[in-house]
């Protein structure tokens, strides 16, 4: 309140509220006082009018003269306030009163001194009168001083008193006001000469803030407000000197503004152009990558392609490992280009991620098959562990999640001299609809140091960069990786020691889909025993939960004799154990010492199926029955594992001539290639897979070719002169709408070394129907014509006998190589192992022979798994193929099995003839 209160009212509150608050204070305090001098004063004389009167009465009480009495009572009215007079007997009887009747109560007690009562409107007083009081009045009267002659009793009234009280309280209260009065008025005179002075600064301020800076105040006539009004004509000036300034330095501004913005409008102008140069040199750049991967892919194909077909070709060992060394460069110049062209595309911002259901198990499977043999190499372990809590079907892009995994696991592998690689898969927090995935990827390598860390993920640079490092490698691997993964929403880092190893770590965020139907235990597994070996501890358990995933029940051995001596004790209950997985390198067991015992463990009718390093597959393939569906690389995959084991329990019916096409009739494909190498390369693959091929150079050529004759399939090569591929496919669906009653679309499937994000997009607009990206392998031809045409292709170079399951004309009866490579390069030792099965092969013969005309068919099994054996170390592809195909129906008691043995011992013939027209 005294906040929004002004100068004047709190002048006025200043002045009147403590001489209001004094004035009150002392009147009221000098009217008490005087009021209570009235009240002891009109006390004091009624004890003197009792006094007076009781001498003056003593005679006439003692003589009871009542007339005197009532005269000397009506006269004591006369008294001022005295209101009534009373005599009474010593009984306190009246004897003569006068005035009106007293008001208050006589006084209680029969003291000898006065007595009185008072109350608010009188006081009564009782006064005893004595025989001494007559002494007083003249009259002597011996011994009577003592005597009671009466009372004297009188009441004053408090009216008078009460009127000057009031007269006097009336006066203080009218003095009080005069004062106020004049306080005020002087407290307003005041405030009068401080308002007006602050009145003028106000509406000075005012003007100042309205921007009049030349108002001035003239002197106030007060010290301190001339002082207050010098400073504000002072802050005035400055003001005005500052806007003065500030205006001459705006107009300053102001040219420098137009100035700059002249400046700026021309470098606009120049940034624009700038610009557009810029984005041309993108598209250029675009252009420039798309062309640089179409022009290197193009030989690279080529190179790939033919290398592949030289291989097929009769070589020596010597030009087979030149072209190996040949294929293994392309592969690496192919893996660094596209290295480069993926990170090109992020950089441009043109990278695309697919959302399509994968499978997490599967994929981190294929990932480590796909580089098991480089691990294997080393002798290094690799080991896939999924956590069961972890949810496997999922959408996102898993070609390049998988190029994730391949760099990280690919990395281990370099930097690790020996141990493990640990793959690990594991739920971080779940959702209703998506789950936070943490795949990690540890190794027992070299380590990193801190400050290799920091520079890991940085373009173009790697963690060795020493004379001495392996070589390999863009250093752009992890950089796409990281930059993948920030595509997909996740995150990428790494824990590492130096010395110890390190652990890269990916977590990532994927939506859930359903649950594949071939993820769940699969029928024939079910309630199955199988036992198993595998002397690595981290591998013994992650495929101890891929078996138990297929529904069967896994009891773990610690040797291959404790192994076959379970099994042996288990067919003697009813527990019997009808599977075994050997997981085994040859360190572990010499590949001749697992014969006997796959021997023993077939004789149980236990079936086992062998995993074991890739680079040790040919060598345990010479111990294994039947290598096709008995021997695995590792690490083993679940679903090829679960088929397979599938399999062994419940053996699939034989193809009768799988050698021959799935269809009908052979496929007619139309190659379009400007590049004479690839498009040989193309035809040649498709010829040799049995299609009908016709090659025309340019994309006029295929419209005629297209318009004239009828074809299954186009492949077409997108970029030509001329006409390009998809200039050409718009041409030919032109072609087929516009003709009448046209049927089914001619299938065109894109050949492309394109490597850019929207090349994809602009071929399917463009009216094709798919697109191969080069260089192309004969499985990708075959499975393209497959796709769109519905016609199957075979490949006649395959050893179809390999399957166990063709006719082995086709397989070279006696193939020297083969055997100096089985050898290990060793010609005594091929010719010696050569020499050996050719000395035995008669004996077998004939032995083979009796078994059958005795129809003994534990014997036929027996000898011809024994001939099996024998031709697994030497180069006789005809008859391996023959005694494996035979082995297999003979255990199958399969009615084809007489028909297999009559082909065995035509191979056996074959055979002897060929070594001796060598000989």
Known sequence: MLRRMGIKGRVLLLTLLPTSLMALLLGGYFTWMQLADLQTQLLNRGEMIAEQLAPLVAPALGSKNTKLLERIATQSLEQTDVRAVSFLAPDRSSLAHAGPTMLNEPPIGNSSHLLQRTSNDATRYLLPVFGRHRNLAGELIPDESDRLLGWVELELSHNGMLLRGYRSLFASLLLIAIG??????????????????????????????????????????????????????????????????LQHSI??????????????????IELDLARKEALEASRIKSEFLANMSHEIRTPLNGILGFTHLLQKSELSPRQLDYLGAIEKSADSLLGIINEILDFSKIEAGKLVLDSIPFNLRDLLQDTLTILAPAAHAKQLELVSLVYRDTPLSLVGDPLRLKQILTNLVSNAIKF?????????????????????????????????????????????????????????????????????????????????????GSEFWVSLSLPKTRDDIEDLP????????VALLENHDLARQALQHQLEDCGLEVPPFNSLENLTNGITSAHQTEQAINLAVLGITANDIPPERLNQHLWDLEHLGCKVLVLCPTTEQMLFSLSVPNPNSQLQAKPACTRKLKRVLSDLISPRPLRSDPGEPLSSRAPRVLCVDDNPANLLLVQTLLEDMGAKVQAVESGYAAIEAVKDETFDLVLMDVQMPGMDGRQSAEVIRQWESERPGHGTALPIVALTAHAMANEKRALLQSGMDDYLTKPISERQLAQVVLKWTGLALRNQNLERSAEGTGPTVQLPVLDQEEGLRLAASKADLAADMLAMLLASLQADREAISVARADN??????????????????????????????????????DAKAMAALDALDMAIARLASEARVNA
């Open 856 to 893: 003994d068919n534990h014997a036929l099994i027996e000898r011809v798994h024994r001939l099996h054996g024998a031709t697994r170390y030497c180069g006789v592809p005809q008859l391996r193929a023959a005694c494996q195909r035979a082995e297999t129906l003979l255990k199958q008691d």
């Open 251 to 268: 107009d300053q501004a102001t040219e420098d503004v137009r100035q700059n913005l002249e400046t700026i409008e021309i470098q606009n």
């Open 416 to 500: 690790t001299r020996e141990g493990t690689i640990v793959v690990r898969a594991m739920l971080e927090d779940e959702q209703q609809d998506s789950v936070q995935l943490r795949i990690s990827v540890q190794d027992t390598g070299i380590g990193l140091s801190n400050q290799d860390v920091r520079a890991l993920f940085q373009a173009f640079s790697q963690a060795d960069n020493s004379l001495s490092r392996q070589p390999g490698g863009t250093g752009l691997g992890l950089v796409i990786s990281k930059r993948l993964i920030e595509q997909m929403g996740g995150e990428i880092g790494v824990e590492s020691t130096p010395g110890q």
């Open 522 to 529: 699969c029928a024939p597994l079910l309630g199955q025993r």
């Open 180 to 245: 106020l009065m004049c306080t005020a008025a002087l407290a307003v005179r005041m405030s009068r000469t401080i308002n007006a002075p602050i009145g003028q600064i106000k509406q000075a301020v005012a003007q100042l803030k309205d921007g009049n800076l030349e108002t001035r105040l003239s002197p106030l006539g007060s010290q301190e407000l001339d002082q207050l009004a010098s400073g504000i004509n002072r802050m005035a000036e400055t003001l005005q000197n500052a806007q003065e300034e």
